[in-house]
């Protein structure tokens, strides 16, 4: 970036869109396992529940570890995420330069706590930047460029994973539909659930005072 006034700085709104596309490029680590254990995976409330607790450990954990590498790895090596390499923007340096491995960790995952504060301020305050920077990039001494206008390009690649996830969702939620087997055992594991707890929570019955004869007492 040898000269500030002939850079184009990418504003709020394309960045905002470009986070958009960002996290429905992502999506499909959510809506690929859910297909899969939908076709695969619930049989039976037998095989339904540990294939049920795997999904949940890959989207939790092996989702959110493999976002956490990646995106840094990404910015460090090319200059950007997903969603902002597809809107045609670019992370750098005051010198055009991109970023370290390191430098990308810290501006996506410390220097954005501050951003985040105060219901987003942070990034607002692209409106008022006349580098266009959120406080997360003057933390970290980073600027978003605008390579080429990439709104279409973007708004291409929503579109399509947005059709992905559409479709696999619509096919999960079908097969869970059409699966009885997995319903009626769910059912009944529901009721005998209710049951059971029903019966720990009932109080003990207790005697009728009518019928307790005070040993003190005699009868007549």
């Not at 997903?82 to 370290?100: E, M, P």
């Not at 996506?108 to 504060?117: D, G, T, V």
């Amino acid at each position: 970036m040898n000269n500030n006034n002939q850079t184009d700085f990418a504003g709020f709104w394309i960045r905002w869109f470009a986070e958009a596309v960002d996290i429905i490029v992502w999506s499909p680590n959510f809506f690929v396992p859910l297909f899969l254990l939908s076709a695969f995976g619930s049989s039976g409330v037998e095989t339904f529940i540990p294939s049920f607790l795997w999904f949940l450990l890959y989207v939790i954990l092996c989702t959110g570890i493999l976002k956490l590498l990646i995106r840094p790895l990404l910015i460090s090596k090319i200059g950007a995420g997903f969603g902002k390499l597809a809107c045609g923007l670019q992370i750098t340096r005051l010198d055009g330069s991109l970023l370290t491995y390191k430098n990308a960790l810290f501006r996506e995952y410390i220097a954005k706590i501050a951003s985040n504060a105060l219901l987003g301020l942070g990034y607002y305050w692209i409106f008022k930047n006349p580098q266009k920077q959120a406080w997360h990039d003057s933390l970290a001494g980073t600027y978003v460029i605008k390579k080429h206008n990439g709104f279409f390009a973007g708004l291409m690649v929503l579109i399509l994973f947005l059709v992905i996830d559409g479709g696999l969702a619509y096919k999960s939620f079908d097969n869970f539909r059409k699966n009885l087997t997995l319903q009626y055992d769910m059912a009944t594991l529901v009721t005998q659930i209710q049951q059971d707890l029903n019966k720990n929570t009932k109080p003990e019955s207790v005697p009728s005072s009518n019928n307790v004869i005070n040993p003190g007492v005699e009868s007549y």
